[in-house]
């Protein structure tokens, strides 16, 4: 018989794989450690970049109802490289969130979004993303096209769902 575990989010059982134990166990994390409302998450939802689908494990929403966070969960063994940070930031240009996060189950990196930092030696390890089109409604004051750079700073802590509601 094959073992599962309750989805709270999607209300039902589904198959106990190593990836899924991870996105229950973050589940939890998220409305014990951040705060974060159960009803302000979804699992597995799916979207589309271009003509591709994909499928976001956790997203968290702000009270307005937009994407605020993206967590992408991987089975204990697989490591957080720059292949899963890719596989996020694409996620990213569809759903313009505020937060990502990245766990296996036993290392998590979290990266917030910031305003552009000039470059400096300081400022180098961030990671950048264009905004998108859809993005430049919400110009910045400093460009005239909308197309200022954003950026996402790692963190060190799991921000509580309040703060999500405050990064910029």
């Not at 209300?11 to 159960?38: C, H, N, Y």
């Not at 979207?47 to 689908?53: R, V």
Request: charged share 30%; hydrophobic share 35%.
């Amino acid at each position: 018989m094959l073992k599962t575990v309750y989805d709270p989010l999607r209300r039902k059982d589904v198959p106990a794989t190593p990836e899924e134990l991870v996105r229950q166990w973050f589940i939890g994390e998220l409305e014990t450690s951040a705060g974060v409302p159960r009803h302000m998450m979804m699992s597995e939802t799916e979207f589309k970049l271009g003509e591709k689908a994909f499928r976001a494990d956790i997203l968290v929403y702000g009270r307005d109802g937009r994407p605020l966070a993206v967590v992408e969960c991987k089975r204990p063994e697989v490591p957080l490289d720059a292949e899963v940070v890719r596989q996020a930031m694409r996620y990213d240009a569809v759903l313009d969130v505020r937060c990502i996060i990245l766990t296996n189950g036993t290392s998590t990196k979290i990266y917030n979004r910031i305003a552009a930092l000039p470059e400096t030696k300081e400022t180098k390890y961030v990671q950048k993303t264009t905004r998108t089109p859809a993005r430049a409604a919400q110009k910045a004051p400093d460009t005239p096209d909308g197309t200022a750079q954003m950026t996402f700073c790692p963190t060190d802590h799991l921000p509580s769902y309040e703060e999500m509601l405050c990064l910029r």
